[in-house]
T-cell receptor, first 114, second 117 residues
Framework: AQSVAQPEDQVNVAEGNPLTVKCTYS??????LFWYVQYPNRGLQFLLK??????LVKGSYGFEAEFNKSQTSFHLKKPSALVSDSALYFC????????????FGAGTQVVVTP | DTEVTQTPKHLVMGMTNKKSLKCEQH?????MYWYKQKAKKPPELMFV???????INESVPSRFSPECPNSSLLNLHLHALQPEDSALYLC????????????????FGPGTRLTVT
């Protein structure tokens, strides 16, 4: 069975400081991993994905994520957070044998203070 | 253009009403999805259409009825809903057909906020 864990309900960070949102996964076979962000009263926006290749994936809005197979993690990072990064972040895994079913983590609320 | 549009933005309906949610994408995507999302929770998959055919029904009650009239449109027909069906309903699409070993990311619409009274 596939699962995704986001261990922090909320992350608080000051503007300009580095931002990290944690994600660990459990999946049989090769993991296909995604990060999405949801702003209030909006749909989810795709940030980045890891399929294969380079462990460091760069995405939209200055975000990047590092795939670590030994630690089964896919943490989202941004070197310098903005107030506008305040949102709900979801990590998701896509099982290779599934029909379009993304397994989402519970979500992490990011609050960036000025 | 990576836009998925949904109408209406908000919908209030009684338990005896019939209404429909609409979703549209003009990106040539071959798979379309309906999700239900409660506040501060992850989306829950309801239906997947691949090449205009229903591929997945996640044991959704029959009071929700999906329809895919063509490759750009997806509808969700609602009838005799319950108050617990109140949620944000999200439509998404992906370039691939959504099938096994397809790795395309999904693009989401802004959602329809549904309230059942």
């Amino acid at each position: 069975a596939q699962s995704v864990a986001q261990p922090e309900d909320q992350v608080n960070v000051a503007e300009g400081n580095p931002l990290t949102v944690k994600c660990t996964y459990s999946v049989s076979g090769n993991p296909y991993l995604f990060w999405y962000v949801q702003y209030p009263n909006r749909g989810l926006q795709f940030l980045l994905k890891y399929i294969t290749g380079d462990n460091l994936v760069k995405g939209s809005y200055g975000f990047e994520a590092e795939f670590n197979k030994s630690q089964t993690s896919f943490h989202l990072k941004k070197p310098s957070a903005l107030v506008s990064d305040s949102a709900l972040y979801f990590c998701a895994v896509r099982p290779t044998d599934s029909w379009g079913k993304l397994q989402f983590g519970a979500g992490t609320q990011v609050v960036v203070t000025p | 253009d990576t836009e998925v549009t949904q109408t209406p933005k908000h919908l209030v309906m009684g338990m005896t009403n019939k209404k429909s949610l609409k979703c549209e994408q003009h990106m040539g995507h071959r798979a379309m999805y309906w999700y239900k999302q409660k506040a501060k929770k992850p989306p829950e998959l309801m239906f997947v259409y691949s090449y205009e055919k229903l591929s997945i029904n996640e044991s959704v009650p029959s009071r929700f009825s999906p329809e895919c009239p063509n490759s750009s449109l997806l509808n969700l027909h609602l009838h005799a809903l319950q108050p617990e069906d109140s949620a944000l309903y999200l439509c998404a699409s992906s370039q691939d057909g959504g099938g096994p070993s397809r790795l395309g990311e999904q693009y989401f619409g802004p959602g329809t906020r549904l309230t059942v009274t």
